[in-house]
């Protein structure tokens, strides 16, 4: 089955500071999303990236996609403290589940400290 | 905006209990699904609803799981007989239309569920 890694695991900087988080998977997809979960919450979505798009941009977001490296990589700019959170890569599971489901990464926890 | 809502917000349940988790998804929303999160692990998925039946399930959602929209509202997840590895975050989600069609899942805030 598919499986998503982030690095780093956990990342830490200042207010203003960029944070870069990066994801891989295993298996062709359709797209690539990424989610954002406060402690104790749920999950929102921040993004979505098609497989055949290599960049996109929302807000002070910014994902790129390699397909070819089977990877992606999560750029917050100018980060602010209410950034802090856990930032997940979650992908749609690929052609052997059927596209149904969204299978996630292991996710970075941010650190932004004011 | 509108959200996706799950009661209660933490359950305790005595091991061996059944459970219910519900969920009030979106509501113009087709699609529906469960994930978990055991403490400290990736968000795993367990199943997903369209028309009215299961149209995946992962080998975690087994006999002891069952899921049904009773009415037009609700989504409620069913555990028939609870073991201490059931205890984690339970996650409701819903969506327009198929993740493959680059449609994003809304989530709700969770169940926790604590078995003793």
């Known amino acids: 089955s598919q499986q998503g890694e982030e690095d780093p695991q956990a990342l830490s900087i200042q207010e203003g500071e960029n944070a870069t988080m990066n994801c891989s998977y295993k298996t062709s997809i359709n797209n690539l999303q990424w989610y954002r979960q406060n402690s104790g919450r749920g999950l929102v979505h921040l993004i979505l990236?098609?497989?055949?798009?290599r960049e996109k941009h929302s807000g002070r977001l910014r994902v790129t996609l390699d397909t070819s490296k089977k990877s992606s990589s999560l750029l917050i700019t100018a980060s602010r403290a209410a950034d802090t959170a856990s930032y997940f890569c979650?992908?749609?599971?690929?052609?052997?589940?059927?596209?149904?489901?969204?299978?996630f990464g292991t996710g970075t926890r941010l650190l932004v400290s004011p | 905006e509108p959200e996706v809502t799950q009661t209660p917000s933490h359950q305790v349940t005595q091991m061996g209990q059944e459970v219910i988790l519900r969920c009030v998804p979106i509501?113009?929303?087709?699609?529906f699904y469960w994930y978990r999160q055991i403490l400290g692990q990736k968000v795993e998925f367990l199943v997903s609803f369209y028309n009215n039946e299961i149209s995946e399930k992962s080998e975690i959602f087994d006999d002891q799981f069952s899921v049904e929209r009773p009415d037009g509202s609700n989504f409620t997840l069913k555990i028939r007989s609870t073991k201490l590895e059931d205890s984690a975050m339970y996650f409701c989600?819903?969506?327009?239309?198929?993740?493959?069609?680059?449609?994003?899942?809304?989530f709700g805030d969770g169940t926790r569920l604590s078995i003793l």
């Open positions: 509501s113009n929303h087709l699609y």
């Open positions: 989600a819903s969506g327009r239309g198929r993740v493959e069609y680059a449609q994003p899942q809304h």
């Open positions: 979650a992908t749609d599971g690929g052609m052997n589940t059927g596209f149904q489901k969204l299978v």
């Open positions: 990236i098609r497989s055949n798009e």
